[in-house]
């Protein structure tokens, strides 16, 4: 079935460094691919995504990259701040009979003031 | 801006017992779905369900969960007789079918179950 997988599981950074979280997908259909912010107890909140007919997108100090031939994206913090401390989840939407969205396992992104 | 809403935001059930999670989607969107988020691990999909049917679900998507669209506004998420390991979040949510917010899934706030 289709898989997605994330990496790193745990991401420590310093205030102000960069955080880079890397996804991989099996499902070649796949066609849109939304990065979503939870913060604990809170509901999964969508923070950037990208359709497969662009590579890259960019909202001020997030962006994300799509390679469909390797089927792996990216998503790019820059500038970190403590507030982005939180568990992000990539995930990839396709249509195999009807939509779904997969989730990746998480990334715990931990930024150190 | 609009939500998708749930209720309750938090049930404790005995094992057996049948539990019913309530949504209202955001109006305007025609497609619905269930996740499920055992504490510390990943958002699940359970079914999506989209013109009165449901048309994907998981492998966790077994015969004691079932999916309904009473009325024009509720989706519910039935569990027949719940197992301890059904004790999750169960978040709703909803998604439009066309135009550029078309793939954007929306979650509600979630119901946390907890079996004992």
């Known amino acids: 079935g289709e898989n997605v997988e994330q990496h790193p599981s745990t991401l420590s950074v310093q205030e102000g460094d960069s955080a880079v979280i890397k996804c991989t997908y099996s499902d070649s259909a796949s066609n849109y691919f939304p990065w979503y912010k939870q913060e604990l107890g809170k509901r999964p909140q969508l923070i950037i995504d990208?359709?497969?007919?662009?590579g890259e997108k960019k909202d001020q100090r997030i962006a994300v990259t799509l390679n469909k031939t390797a089927k792996h994206f990216s998503l790019h913090i820059t500038e970190t701040q403590p507030e982005d401390s939180a568990v992000y989840f990539c995930?990839?939407?396709?249509?195999?009979?009807?939509?779904?969205?997969?989730f990746g396992a998480g990334t715990r992104l931990f930024v150190k003031a | 801006e609009p939500e998708v809403t749930q209720t309750p935001s938090h049930q404790v059930t005995q094992m057996g017992q049948e539990v019913i999670l309530r949504c209202v989607p955001i109006s305007n969107h025609l497609y619905f779905y269930w996740y499920r988020q055992i504490l510390g691990q990943k958002v699940e999909f359970l079914v999506s369900?989209?013109?009165?049917?449901?048309?994907?679900k998981s492998e966790i998507f077994d015969d004691q969960f079932s999916v309904e669209r009473p009325d024009g506004s509720n989706f519910t998420l039935k569990i027949r007789s719940t197992k301890l390991e059904d004790s999750a979040m169960y978040f709703c949510a909803s998604s439009q079918v066309l135009g550029p917010s078309g793939n954007t899934i929306y979650f509600g706030e979630g119901s946390w179950l907890t079996v004992v």
């Open positions: 990208i359709r497969s007919n662009v």
């Open positions: 995930a990839a939407r396709g249509y195999t009979g009807g939509f779904k969205t997969i």
């Open positions: 369900f989209y013109n009165n049917e449901i048309s994907e």
